[in-house]
């Protein structure tokens, strides 16, 4: 079967019909921060790298681990603008706050808030960014002040800026947070949840929103894993928080369907590189005794790059070839076998309390070229028995890209929905049983038996 192209160029596109406007320029009220700046970027200064920016650092005198998560550790304020224009047109304040890394380790990450530009205050929105990255150039704090992410990544981050200014201009706070850290651990799925909820606790204090304050997450394939995460993860890590609704689209549900799915793809092969980077930090895993030459010399080429630029680079690439031939039964290792079935969605002891919007594409009876389609409606079919009120969507013929294109508009109106307390009515009826979600069995050591003589 032909490949369908998975490269990002109607994003853009996805995000005009997401939120029903163009690009937005200066211009309306802009409410201000309950808290005092306490570092800003004077006007016309280089946008540095966040690994080059002070901001990023936190240097107080009270250790971490005595710090609240969430806690507001720095702001400042910035101009938000295209992706590579080197300067912003619209305020919008930044925040260092307190969150813990995938190890639970205390770690610190920024969150970009807009306020309103639009009439009203409609609602705190926490987007999340799908910049799936494993270099800084792509954290949505960086590109959404102008920051330059090349070319490959262009489609991606300038859409995003559409995005958030676009939710901006209907009424919207939105809370933009770098969740996956400052030492880019993609698809970390705890990691990304806990800095998101702490990103939303970090953003309510700034801007002085009562504690009853409405909060609806939205997130499309690497933001999903984000939404998902912090939907999962909020009844028992913050259970404080008024979250009225979570929106996710081509979800990552269980990582080793995902990777059967696209091995040795045309497109999407590119991505198994990145993640055995990125996996590799998060778990403090030495990647180094595992990898084959070919793998080393790959997993050096994408370390620092965003999805843009690895993706659809290693057409027909497998796993195989990047590990040591004693490990190209990749699932059967038990160190990583034990990190799949620990990022498997649904599998904490917790489960969310809010109503639940999940989208997926289906362009080929698997899934939309990535994403597991029967993993989705699974994980749905899981939260319905719990008691979760979801609305699932499967599009059938759309490819991942095409299935942003569906799926923001009606989550768009989803969460509109639940931010004016309209009735929700969920199909969980009519949602299957899908894929089975159970994690990988993971090999005892045997142990040796010594015999005396």
């Not at 259970?239 to 609704?245: A, D, H, K, R, T």
């Not at 549900?253 to 045309?266: C, E, T, W």
Request: hydrophobic residues 40%; proline residues 7%.
């Amino acid at each position: 079967m032909q490949q369908r192209s998975t490269r990002p160029v109607s994003f853009a596109l996805a995000a005009a019909l997401a939120v029903g406007v163009a690009f937005v320029g200066s211009g309306g009220s802009q409410a201000a921060p309950a808290k005092p700046v306490t570092a800003q970027l004077a006007p016309g200064d280089a946008i540095p790298l966040p690994h080059d920016d002070p901001f990023y650092t936190y240097n107080g005198k009270t250790p971490l681990t005595k710090v609240p998560r969430g806690a507001v550790l720095k702001t400042r304020s910035v101009l938000v603008g295209l992706p590579k224009s080197g300067q912003g047109v619209i305020p919008a304040t930044q925040i260092l706050y307190r969150t813990q890394d995938q190890q639970r380790k205390p770690s610190v990450t920024v969150t970009t808030v807009v306020n309103p530009t639009g009439p009203a205050n409609l609602g705190l929105v926490a987007y999340l960014s799908f910049y799936d990255a494993l270099g800084d150039i792509c954290s949505p704090s960086y590109t959404l002040q102008g920051g330059d992410p090349g070319d490959e990544n262009m489609e991606l981050t300038a859409a995003e800026a559409a995005i958030v200014t676009g939710l901006a201009a209907q009424g919207y706070a939105v809370t933009v947070p770098d969740f996956e850290g400052t030492d880019l651990h993609w698809v970390a799925g705890q990691e990304s949840g806990w800095s998101t909820l702490d990103s939303i606790r970090a953003t309510e204090q700034v801007l002085g929103m009562s504690k009853d304050q409405a909060v609806g997450l939205i997130g499309y394939s690497g933001g999903s894993i984000a939404g998902e995460w912090a939907a999962e993860l909020a009844p028992r890590y913050a259970p404080e928080l008024n979250i009225v609704g979570t929106a996710v689209g081509g979800v990552p549900v269980h990582l080793a369907h995902n990777l059967n799915y696209i091995n040795g793809s045309d497109n999407w092969s590119g991505v198994i590189p990145a993640v055995l980077v990125s996996l590799g930090r998060a778990f403090d895993i030495p990647m180094g005794k595992y990898l084959s030459k070919k793998g080393k010399k790959i997993t050096k080429e994408v370390r620092r790059q965003c999805i843009g630029s690895f993706n659809g680079n290693y057409p027909g690439l497998r796993v195989e070839q990047l590990l040591k031939k004693r490990y190209k039964k990749f699932l059967e290792v038990p160190r990583f076998a034990r990190v799949v079935n620990k990022l498997i969605m649904g599998s904490t002891p917790g489960h969310p309390q809010m109503p639940m919007f999940m989208g997926i594409g289906n362009a080929d009876g698997t899934g939309d070229d990535v994403m597991v389609a029967k993993d989705l409606e699974a994980l749905a079919h899981q939260y319905c028995g719990q008691g979760v009120k979801v609305h699932f969507e499967e599009y059938a013929g759309a490819a991942h890209t095409e299935g942003a294109l569906q799926f923001f508009p009606a989550a768009m109106e989803f969460l509109a929905e639940r931010f004016i307390g309209a009735p929700f009515t969920d199909n969980c009826a009519d949602i299957g049983p899908g894929n089975s979600l159970a994690p990988l069995k993971v090999k005892k050591k045997k142990k040796r038996v010594f015999t005396s003589h």
